[in-house]
């Protein structure tokens, strides 16, 4: 695109939030997420970490930098008299190491594009690494591209490099040089750069299941108790285990690719891997392997597990709250159980609005710390700007109108117990970053405060959304949703649950009457085939609303299978065949709702369980689809 368009549509977008002009898909995504993320358009430069940080991220980074070593000392010599430099970052966008021309360098670290710079588009906005690593795919950015006007003035590629161990994102290798300078050869040049990064650490991986299968051997060795040994890589991933170790290790095992590896240990730093494993199986004997004191992975012996004379039903086979016998049901809660192990990790439960998510939580939260609170907050029910101060509280005199004495958040409340975040999506950017660094530090500042305090809270985070989704599109946090759904648990749908729908309705029903004292009357068996063959859009809370409306506005008499038509807004309670876009669903939820609160927006998210914002925002898309509220 010429030079000249490029300018005017990027001052359309700055000035108006869009351009009619034709830019890249991905470019106007990422000012997009600038925009959202409130990047000042005429930011200067970029943070720059101290010596001191930069020390501490690089020892940390050590198998990074050595896997780069031999590129970016090629770069000095290759680069040099280019006006181009060569920049290694890693997943946090800060970089590592530059390399290239040393004028290009000088002239780089005038807006923190050198060594300590942190560019991801949180920070300075669209940029090669930044949106490489937002994307996860090779990028080129030049001249008015750039969100902000201070980096216009450069043309840079950047490749992903993407972690053999774990599957994930490590960092990016990024050619930067004047505007003109960004081809399409520059960056197939960086994506050849990347791979041969991801070759060498692949090379350093088979080197090192070299040493653990020594110390594998070595652990069996020296066993004179027999039972199971296990090797573990990088990562998490599996080397080996026995039938046995397996079947133990099966509630966490994940795949990436052609691996195994143990989800719980990947975003584990592996100095705490022996606590982890241990949380895990309390039996093990767990010894870590180094390599030039860095630990590589750990070999975890079990001793020979005795059966019991009897085995007890399982704790959450019949829990009242969770009614349900269908295979779908049974699966969830014996992930719920398997889960509810690993007592301090976090969790993330997915499922559509009123599939009973909040239920699983507080299940969750009686298997692992009955003895501790169980703390919900709706991220979605909250206004913006008060997000940060309910979950983390605030310090005094923080903000105008705020406690003189200063407010603990629930994050502080939840302490030995639960905190249940539903609608993480819902999170703003800013507060993601914040939630990411509790969960990694175990640390919770209340705003406007420096004074840390310890948070023991376990955080089951819930959402009806697409978050992988919604990382793509950069609305959430990659680095957030990879450290919440370690553990993940799927909620089926009412629709997923055969033989529910019955034994569902007859409770709600049961239930109603209790509430209202009066008898419940008789559900006649073809009113119970209408509810089963309905898709319940709205899942559990749908099918618990129409059965309460069916008792009130009934006569005593049995409920037959006019009545669930009746009440369920058409004549044909089949009218939904199961082939049907969820979207349609969801919008004929919505319009039943509506009609049922007499257009009330507020009435209408309560009846339907979501936040009013939520609400408001499938209207929206509704809307943008080319159809009206009213259906």
Not at 308 to 323: E, K, M, R, S, Y
Request: with cysteine; glycine share 10%; charged share 25%.
């Amino acid at each position: 695109m010429e030079e000249r368009l490029l300018r005017r549509a990027w001052e359309d977008f700055v000035t108006r939030g869009m351009t009619a002009l034709p830019v890249a898909a991905a470019v106007v995504a990422s000012w997009t997420r600038s925009r959202q993320q409130r990047v000042d358009v005429a930011r200067h430069a970029t943070e720059r970490l101290g010596a001191g940080e930069l020390h501490r991220l690089r020892n940390a980074q050590r198998r990074l930098l050595a896997a780069a070593r031999e590129p970016m000392a090629q770069a000095d010599e290759m680069l040099a008299r280019t006006d181009s430099m060569l920049l290694l970052s890693d997943a946090d966008g800060v970089i590592l190491r530059a390399a290239g021309d040393p004028r290009s360098r000088e002239r780089g670290g005038e807006i923190g594009l050198g060594e300590g710079g942190r560019w991801r588009e949180a920070d300075i906005g669209t940029n090669a690494i930044g949106t490489a690593l937002a994307l996860a795919r090779p990028v080129c950015i030049r001249a008015y591209e750039h969100y902000c006007s201070r980096v216009q003035g450069w043309g840079c590629a950047a490749a992903p490099i993407t972690d053999p161990a774990s599957g994930r994102v490590m960092g990016t290798i990024d050619l930067s040089g004047p505007p003109g300078a960004c081809h399409p050869h520059d960056l197939s040049h960086a994506l050849t750069l990347s791979r041969l990064v991801e070759t060498r650490l692949a090379q350093q991986l088979a080197e090192e299941a070299v040493q653990l299968t020594a110390a594998l051997l070595g652990a069996r060795g020296s066993s004179a108790r027999g039972g199971t040994a296990i090797a573990l890589g990088r990562g998490g991933v599996l080397l080996h285990a026995d039938s046995e170790a397996r079947r133990r290790l099966s509630p966490w095992l994940v795949r990436h690719g052609t691996r195994e590896c143990l989800a719980l240990l990947a975003d584990d730093p592996p100095a705490r891997w022996r606590q982890c494993l241990r949380e895990l199986l309390p039996d093990a004997e767990v010894e870590l392997v180094d390599r030039d004191d860095d630990i590589i992975g750990a070999t975890v012996r079990l001793p020979p597990r005795s059966r019991p004379a009897h085995t007890a039903a399982p704790i959450v086979a019949n829990v009242p709250a969770l009614i349900g016998e269908s295979a779908a049901m049974h699966a969830a809660r014996r992930q719920c159980q398997r889960i509810a192990g690993a007592a301090g990790r976090t969790v993330l439960i997915e499922g559509e609005t009123g599939v009973g998510k909040e239920l699983f939580a507080r299940l969750l939260h009686q298997l692992s710390r009955p003895a501790g609170p169980f703390v919900p907050v709706n991220c979605g029910g909250l206004p913006r700007e008060l997000i940060g101060s309910e979950i983390f509280g605030y310090a005094r005199g923080a903000f105008t109108g705020a406690d003189p004495a200063g407010h603990p958040g629930k994050l502080e409340a939840a302490a030995g117990g639960t905190l249940c975040l539903d609608e993480i999506g819902e999170l703003p950017l800013e507060q993601q970053a914040y939630l990411l660094r509790v969960l990694e530090d175990g640390v919770v500042y209340r705003i406007g405060s420096h004074v840390p305090v310890r948070s023991d809270a376990r955080v089951i985070a819930m959402t009806h959304r697409d978050l992988a989704e919604d990382v793509r599109q950069g609305r959430f946090r990659h680095d957030l949703y990879y450290r919440i759904a370690v553990l993940r648990l799927p909620v089926p749908p009412l629709r997923a649950r055969e033989g529910d729908i019955a034994l569902l309705a007859r409770h709600f029903l049961l239930r109603a009457a209790e509430d209202g004292a009066r008898p419940p009357p008789p559900l006649s068996a073809a009113a119970v085939a209408r509810l089963a063959q309905y898709q319940w859009p709205g899942n559990v809370r749908e099918l618990r609303n129409v059965m309460e409306r069916l008792l009130w506005e009934g006569n005593g008499e049995q409920i037959g299978a006019d009545d669930v038509a009746a009440c369920l807004g058409n004549g044909d309670a089949s009218a939904h065949p199961a082939g049907t876009d969820l979207r349609s669903l969801q919008r004929e939820a919505i319009n039943a709702a509506l009609r049922d609160c007499q257009g009330n927006l507020s009435r209408a998210a309560r009846q339907l369980g979501i936040a009013r914002s939520t609400l408001y925002e499938r209207l929206r898309r509704h809307a943008a689809d080319g159809v009206s509220a009213a259906g």
